[in-house]
């Protein structure tokens, strides 16, 4: 959804014509009232007579793009805001909405450049410095985006998605303890952010503090029943303190509600594959190879690019169980895929010469003698 911003009413602009510029303050009147009423369909004739009698109404070239937002005529809606920035630049709501706009788009450098404005204007403005990190962040700059994140959180504290974006990124530089200050001030404000509650379980696992993160993905899934990592995560650390049985359904609830998942799929098989129970363990890893595969055929038609190399993994570990199994034809051919995707497995290389060689049969040729 595209955020937008605009005044509740258009400003008078003059002209040296006082009949248009009458008629047009009655456009604009009418304008406002239907738009404070929602009612954009019926104000856009009266927005368009308004910029037609008085071409240098800046405001109301901004309503008119956010009419064409509201109506998906996205192009026509970038057109107007350049429109009115080139009447008067200094109109910090098309800055925003513009921005708005190209990060739905995806063009997030241009976004940023009117982004900056918005700020410029209003330095307190703690929301367009959230946007302006998540540009930062699917633009690769990291560092960047924490800043943004940064400013963001200390304006509003209350405002949780600086926080938790700034703790996602802090937890990838695995600092822990910073993150977890953040969230655990955020949780005071807010004790059902389910985020929050996962984002500390993820902490307390990799600090290996199993109980305390477990309590906190417990309260995840209290809030969000279908969150498959949070039983995946629950699953791993049962695994940690030898709850075999409980992992081996929080990662059977996970794999069901998402058999594509694969780090669910893995670790359920790789659980079963220890237990000895090869035919289970197969049963989910099919499943969901089959899903991941028809799913990748799909993005390549669509020309979508999928990361491949994550099924590798779940790929050795069914070659493993089929070999188990001495089923060593379907063996044979999972890890040659595994292969194709990573052609340096020096580990999987070795177990495929180890495998006994296919038997070549030979026909055989009865020669009759007349």
Sequence with gaps: MINVMKNNSFSTVSTNN?????????????????????????????????????????????????????????????????????????????????????????????????????????????????????????????????????????????????????????????????????????????????EVHFLLGIIYKMQKTYPRAMKHLRETLLIDKNNTEAYNLLGECCIELGMDKQAEALFTMAAKLDISYISAVYNLGKLYYNQKKYPDAICFMEKSIETHETSHSINSILSETTDTNEIVPLYNLLGQCYKMKENHAKARAIWEKSLAIQPHQQDITDALLDLPQPSRSHKRVSLVID
């Design 18 to 194: 006082d009949d248009n510029c009458n008629d047009s303050d009655i456009n604009v009147t009418l304008a406002n009232t239907l738009i404070e009423k929602g009612s954009w369909d019926e104000a856009y004739p009266y927005l368009k007579a308004a910029v037609e009698m008085n071409p240098r109404y800046a405001q109301g070239y901004n309503h008119l793009g956010i009419y064409y937002i509201r109506n998906k005529k996205y192009m026509e809606a970038i057109n107007k805001f350049k429109k009115a920035l080139e009447i008067e630049f200094s109109l910090t709501e098309a800055h925003y909405n513009l921005s708005s706009l190209y990060m739905e788009r995806k063009e997030y450098c241009m976004a940023l450049s009117h982004f900056k404005e918005v700020v410029l204007a209003k330095p307190d403005d703690y929301e367009t410095y959230y946007f302006m990190g998540l540009c930062h962040v699917h633009l690769g700059l990291e560092k960047e985006a924490e800043s943004f994140f940064t400013e963001s959180f200390s304006l509003k504290p209350d405002y949780i998605p600086p926080a938790v974006n700034l703790c996602k990124l802090l937890i990838k530089k695995d600092n822990y303890t910073k993150a977890k200050n953040i969230l655990l001030r955020v949780l005071k404000t807010d004790p059902s952010l389910p």
